[in-house]
């Protein structure tokens, strides 16, 4: 054996690779294998034979390397799958002339088996593939959310930036940015905030998140929230890493939505306070025209033309009154300051008593009034008496308005009574002109009634049917409407209450409409800055027996309270110089004795929570009936 084929049998113990000998021509003239399982056939059958005689269609990759090598000089190489596809083998055939002073040139071939190589490769490859997708998906997060990284290494001081925080910085991002020009970018106060956070993670050992003001490079100013964590070194912070998000649009989001709120909260509060003027002033002169009314008519008077134009006076006077309070409950419903205010009640008494009201208003209108109840319904419900009068007020004063002919109902059905709560059924019906279908939801909208060509188009604001859905609201019930024309309306609502003790029956002092008993004497001060309405409390008071002495505003009010001892002091919210707030402050706490009754024309729920902070309980609101004066003050009198 020559020294060449010595060196090439060295090589093949060296190597698990197959070594093939070819002429110039590409014939085989030798094989070298370690292994010879690695061959598909016998060394021998490969000899004399040309590469495409043994390799078929793959033998004209071979081919090509050798006719480059040929004709360059250089090494050639070539990877090829394995001639078996059900084999996942892969191999390297790498070429080499050698040339020999004694014979022809040489080609040695190498065959190497590569598959763990590439599949390494691959997977290289792959994992790179996707680690670019990985960066890119997170540039493109990055650049939609307007946040980048950053990196601070408490040894060197340098600042590591992602681009994205080039951007949000508005800086060239050649430039160097370390500890010394962070701080830069932001105000003292903002500058103060951040070194504050980074001092407390650092000390503790903790994460930060903080908004802050930036001032960009090209001085423009933005909101940046900054997070960062602490990374431990052995037991020291070593780095601080985390993110810088653009906040800006979500913080003017914020502040708009903020600015939106206090302009609405404002706007809120000046509605209120124009309600409550405006109740205030037409209340005022309202409380003077139905008290003069009110003791016109209870005073005895044969002639019948000043009779009835005084019922005219008190029945305009009340319908405008009611028309303000329809505003009123109109405006705590839509800002939802209406709350029940439930009580042990006669749910039976209560509608009998609304039933009384009206039924002089169905004789005259020749209609039938009905009430029908069944002998399940509780004796005693907690019940909001005044809403759910209004409620049941509402709808009868529409169905008599709206019924020519024929009949109104209220029907009460029992649907559940157990042990703590009963579910009450109640419906108003009527014959009267009845409303389309397509017109049901309308008729609940506020200032609208519905116009029909067959009937006259009704007196009315509008308001009530609107309000009546807001209080039902208010039960935690719906209204439901069932109506067809010319065959009448029905208006129905269920409402859940809670069973109360039993009521026991209390004496009350029968006092007719015209002939009230005499008060318990007792010391009386009004303070009101009207003449008229002092004229109308004060004669209304001696016809309850009380001589009382009036002052026309708060300083006049202190002067004869030190002159004299008051049981009750009647005082006037608003008034010029001292207003009825500080002056019931001063009685209170100068003369704790002396009960305070509030006598206003505000009667909004604002006005009546500033008034139980203060800790008075009672309130006669302007204009005022006999009756609930002659209450209040037994009440108050029974306390004192």
Known sequence: MDNDAHN??????????????????????????????????????????????????????????????????ERQQCIYPDFDPTKSLWYCAKFQKIDSINTD?????????????KEMTDQLEKNSLELKRINNLLEI?????????WEYDTISKEVFLTNQIYEINESDPHIVINSINVPQSFDKENKTK????????????????????????KRN?????????????????????????????IKNNQLELIEAKNLAEQIARKRTETLSIMSHEIRTPLNAIIGISNLLDQATSSNKDIKEYVDHLRYSSNHLLGLINDILDLEKIESKKMQLNEAPTNLISLINNVYKQF???????????????????????????????RILNNLLANAIKFTEKGEVSITLKTLVDQDDHASILFKISDTGIGIPEHLHNLVFDKFHQVHQDSHRQQEGSGLGLNITKGL????????????????????????????????????????????????????????????????????????FGINANKADNGYTAI???????????????????MDGYQLSKYIQETYPETKVIIFTADVLEEVRLRLKEMGILYILSKPFKPEEMFELFLEVLEVK
Not at 141 to 149: D, T
């Open 141 to 149: 997060g990055h650049q939609i959310s307007k946040m980048g990284g």
């Open 8 to 73: 090439l049998q060295s090589l093949v113990e060296a190597l698990d690779d197959v070594i093939l000998e070819l002429t110039e021509q590409s014939v085989i003239k030798r094989v070298w294998t370690k292994d010879k399982s690695k061959l598909f056939m016998p060394p021998e059958f490969f000899i004399n034979k040309s590469i495409p005689e043994v390799f078929g269609k793959f033998g004209d990759i071979f081919i090509d390397c050798i006719v480059r090598l040929l004709s360059t000089g």
């Open 472 to 543: 039902v609201r208010l039960f935690k019930s719906e209204i439901r409407l069932i109506s067809k024309p010319s065959i009448g309306s029905i208006f129905e609502f269920q409402i859940d209450f809670k069973k109360a003790l039993p009521i026991l029956k209390e004496k009350k002092s029968n006092a007719f409409e015209f002939d009230f008993p005499a008060l318990p004497d007792f010391k009386l001060l009004i303070v009101d800055d009207n003449p008229t309405n002092l004229l109308v409390a004060t004669r209304q008071l001696s016809r």
């Open 105 to 117: 040139a040489r080609i040695i071939c190498i065959i190497e088996d590569i598959t763990a190589k």
């Open 221 to 249: 100013k933005k909101w940046v929230r900054i997070s960062g964590v602490p990374i431990m070194e052995n037991n020291n912070v070593r780095l601080f890493r985390g993110i810088l998000k653009d906040i800006t649009d």
């Open 194 to 217: 951040l070194l504050k956070a980074l001092k407390n993670s650092l000390d503790k050992n903790i994460a930060f998140d903080i908004e802050l003001e930036l001032i960009t490079a």
């Open 359 to 389: 039924l002089p208003f169905a004789k005259n209108k020749s209609l039938a009034l009905n009430f029908h109840h069944d002998y399940k319904t509780p004796e005693s419900l907690m019940i909001d008496d005044l809403r759910l009068t």
């Open 559 to 577: 002067e004869f309270l030190k002159k004299e001892k008051f049981d009750v002091v009647l005082v006037d919210l608003h008034m010029p110089g």
